[in-house]
């Protein structure tokens, strides 16, 4: 199985903030990372797939990048709608894994 | 709302249940399924795939329910299915369907909003 490891696994920030958290696999999977965000008791909502493409309806001032085995959700300046808990997901082989969360706080 | 969870419930260990997935105003047919699980203020468990029939409807499983779980589709009715047998203590979680955003693709971009399942005695 491919592990997922996330970093910070919080941060602390105000709005206006440039925030980047890192999605580490433990082995290379090309392009093949999703991000979602998680609001407490909602469903995940897709941010980005196959490391930078941006899903419908995102805001622009999320981004991806990555590939291989190291990637990147930026956040070039954090809204009040950004705080949630942001989970990296490996979609190139099965079983399926997500990287254990980053929680986005208020400063 | 376009997918909607039921048959959540609280269940004793070893008992079974099945949830649906009923999926509306979105395709259904022509895109592959999943099912996930999130414990209690645990993360994302990715569980079960089952590919659109065009692909040949074939099912994939996480190791911690294969042999217990069951995915399946209905595609005249547009439902998923996750028929789980045996359950554990382990399994209690809000159980989340989600449609995939291409066929056979591992990536998710419609959920429904969770059924949660509680296995206690």
């Known amino acids: 199985d491919i592990h997922m490891t996330q970093s910070p696994s919080s941060v602390s920030a105000s709005i206006g903030d440039r925030v980047t958290i890192t999605c580490r696999a433990s082995q290379g999977i090309s392009s093949w990372l999703a991000w979602y965000q998680q609001k407490p008791g909602k469903p995940p909502n897709l941010l980005i797939y196959?490391?930078?493409t941006l899903q419908s309806g995102v805001p622009s001032r999320f981004s991806g990048s990555g590939s291989g085995s190291d990637f990147t959700l930026t956040i070039s300046s954090l809204q009040p709608e950004d705080f949630a808990t942001y989970y990296c997901q490996q979609a190139n082989s099965f079983p399926f894994t997500f990287g254990p969360g980053t929680k986005v706080e208020i400063k | 709302v376009h997918l909607v969870e039921s048959g959540g419930d609280l269940v004793q260990p070893g008992r079974s249940l099945r949830l649906s997935c009923t999926v509306s105003?979105?395709?259904?047919?022509?895109?592959?399924m999943s099912w996930f699980r999130q414990a209690p203020g645990k993360g994302l468990e990715w569980l079960s795939f089952?590919?659109?029939?065009?692909?040949?409807?074939?099912?994939e499983y996480a190791a911690s329910v294969r042999g217990r779980f069951t995915i399946s589709r209905d595609d005249s009715k547009s439902i998923a299915y996750l028929e789980m047998n045996s359950l554990k203590t382990e399994d209690t979680a809000v159980y989340y369907c989600a449609r995939g955003l291409y066929d056979s693709s591992g990536y998710f971009d419609s959920w429904g909003q969770g059924t949660l399942v509680t296995v206690s005695s």
């Open positions: 089952i590919r659109s029939t065009p692909y040949g409807g074939t099912t």
């Open positions: 196959t490391a930078s």
């Open positions: 105003g979105l395709s259904f047919a022509d895109k592959s």
